[in-house]
Structure formats: structure tokens, C-alpha cells
């Protein structure tokens, strides 16, 4: 099932069409998605459990204005986005999420795609790298997030991006970043900025504008 929905949306003056899609999962699930921008160097953004595809518009924005295509979704149990396990995502295959908006822009003509994911939609997006093959990803950036599986099967190059004293009720979430980070195959980086902000909350924050410096330099690195 697929359907498209097409707005403008004004970037630098100029008119850049917004598709909203559907596609499905591989266990029977369906997606909504927004698609900004054009061309065969695509992103995907995957948001954390307190927000949703349109968290991420300023930073599709910025993506698009660097000459990407950008598709942020709702992962099942968001929005109008449905599937197996939803009603408790911390349990629920949605890593199977992240595979289905790659596989849609694969099959939307895409020759490359990098992923994006913050806090829950981070480890679901670096489980999805570990389940896949080789080069069908080619960069993956955690925004305060590593693998709930084994960093050692990562498959791309992969920058961990996260608040020194970022915590929650478990303690400082830094231990456990650093800890996969030392595990991941080279190519790698683990950027630690100031402050306590988690996640996508370090783009509302006076680390925003550097958070997103990195992962744009990180992208467009040969």
C-alpha cells in the first residue's frame, strides 16, 4: 500500500516538494513517512520515544539545503504508523522500521543512504545496520544512542554523538555509549558535547548548531 500527498515547503527561496508516503514493514506493519527534497544521496531520520517524523523538519531542512533527499518516519505505535509490538516499544522489532524506509528509497531510485537515529530510533537504526548486508548503508550517526546488539557487526562508519552528563534514572548514559563505541569496526567517532541534554533535545540547546556542524562534515566526508 502507498500513498503520497505532495506540499511546498520554501527552503532558500526556492520551492521544495514534501511527499508524505506509506509503505510496508517486513512483518506486516505500516509506515508514514515524510519525503523532503530530491536526488540519489538520501537520509534517513529516526526519531526518539518522545518525539515524532516532524521533530526533525529544521534538520531535513538543512539536509535538503545540502542537496540531500531526507525521509523521516513515525515508528509503529506513532502517529498514524502501525505494526507488531507497538504497544510496547522498548520490546518491539523496530529496527524492521528503519529496514522498511531504507528499502523505500532503494526502490524509489536512491544510490546512497545514510541514517540518522535518536535515542530509541538510534539503537533501532544501528540494530537495523547490524541485520543488514554490507554497503546498504553508508553512514550511520547516534545522537545519544548505541546498538542494543553487538557494535562489533556494525557495517558502516559510524559517529556517536552525546551529552557529557546526558542521564536517566539508570545513571550517565556515557559509560554505555563509550563502552559499544570502543566495540564498533573503524571507521568511527565519538563527538562528547557539553551540557545534559539527550538526544534530539541538543538541537533546542547552544550545542545544536555544533551537533549538526558534525553530522553534516561526517556525511560528507569521502
Known amino acids: 500500500m502507498l500513498a503520497a500527498l505532495f506540499t511546498l515547503t520554501l527552503i532558500g527561496g526556492t520551492a521544495r516538494a514534501q511527499q508524505a508516503v506509506t509503505f ?11 519525503v523532503y527534497g530530491a536526488g540519489g544521496r538520501a537520509v534517513v531520520l529516526a526519531h526518539g520515544g518522545r518525539f515524532n517524523k516532524d521533530s526533525w523538519r529544521d534538520q531535513a531542512m538543512a539536509l535538503v539545503a545540502a542537496h540531500y533527499r531526507v525521509l523521516a518516519f513515525d515508528f509503529r505505535g506513532i502517529g498514524q ?55 546498504l548503508v553508508r553512514r550511520l550517526v547516534l545522537l545519544g544512542a548505541a546498538p542494543d546488539g553487538p557494535a562489533a557487526q556494525l557495517k558502516c562508519p559510524t559517529l556517536f554523538i552525546v551529552a557529557r552528563d546526558d542521564a536517566n534514572d539508570d545513571g550517565p548514559r556515557l559509560p554505555g555509549i563509550r563502552a559499544q563505541y570502543e566495540k564498533a569496526p573503524q571507521p568511527k567517532r565519538l563527538v562528547i558535547v557539553d551540557g545534559t541534554a539527550h538526544a534530539q533535545f541538543l538541537f533546542r540547546t547552544d550545542q545544536g548548531a555544533r551537533v549538526l556542524e558534525e553530522i553534516m562534515d561526517f556525511l560528507q566526508a569521502d
Open 81 to 135: 504508523s502501525r505494526g507488531p509490538g507497538q504497544s510496547d516499544l522498548e520490546t518491539a522489532p523496530l529496527q524492521l522500521d528503519v529496514l522498511a524506509a531504507i528499502d523505500y528509497l532503494r526502490r524509489n531510485g536512491a544510490g546512497s543512504i545514510d541514517v540518522i537515529g535518536a535515542s530509541m530510533g538510534g539503537s533501532a537504526a544501528a540494530d537495523a545496520v547490524i541485520a543488514s548486508p554490507p554497503g
Open 24 to 34: 510496508p514493514t517486513s512483518d506486516g506493519g505500516l509506515i508514514h513517512a515524510d
